[in-house]
């Protein structure tokens, strides 16, 4: 399985960004997939992840009613609409495949895709 996020850059605060997240190989392997960052001296935190089994998505509280998580079936891609961006929100932002993506939280990850950089800053 290989990932790729891509679509980082520079954004002002309130401001909005659309990350996708390529996925390819088998299939079965990436059915479920979240989004993770770190900001710089700080430790990788878990944001959102969605199953393609069932639909079923999960947001951390930081990101929760501002970040929304979305996936595209026929373009094998995971995308993460982020919106009244924070400055705190300023990290490299990773995708990953993990199981499972449950409505209570994110299990273990697997497959890691390189990561994009996200700056919020005016």
């Known amino acids: 399985v290989q990932l790729q996020a891509y679509g980082g850059g520079l954004v002002q605060p309130g401001g909005f960004l659309r990350l996708p997240c390529a996925a390819s190989?088998?299939?079965?392997?990436?059915?479920?997939i979240g989004w993770f960052r770190q900001a710089p001296d700080k430790e990788r935190q878990e944001i959102s992840c969605?199953?393609?089994?069932?639909?079923?998505?999960y947001y951390t509280d930081p990101v929760k009613g501002r970040f929304t998580i979305s996936l595209d079936d026929a373009k094998n891609t995971v995308y993460l609409q982020m919106d009244s961006l924070k400055p705190e929100d300023t990290a490299i932002y990773y995708c990953?495949?993990?199981?499972?993506?449950?409505?209570?939280?994110?299990?273990?990850?697997?497959?890691w895709g390189k990561g994009t950089l996200v700056t919020v800053s005016s």
């Open positions: 990953a495949t993990l199981w499972p993506c449950g409505a209570n939280g994110m299990g273990s990850t697997y497959h």
């Open positions: 190989g088998s299939s079965e392997d990436y059915s479920d």
């Open positions: 969605i199953s393609s089994r069932d639909g079923t998505t």
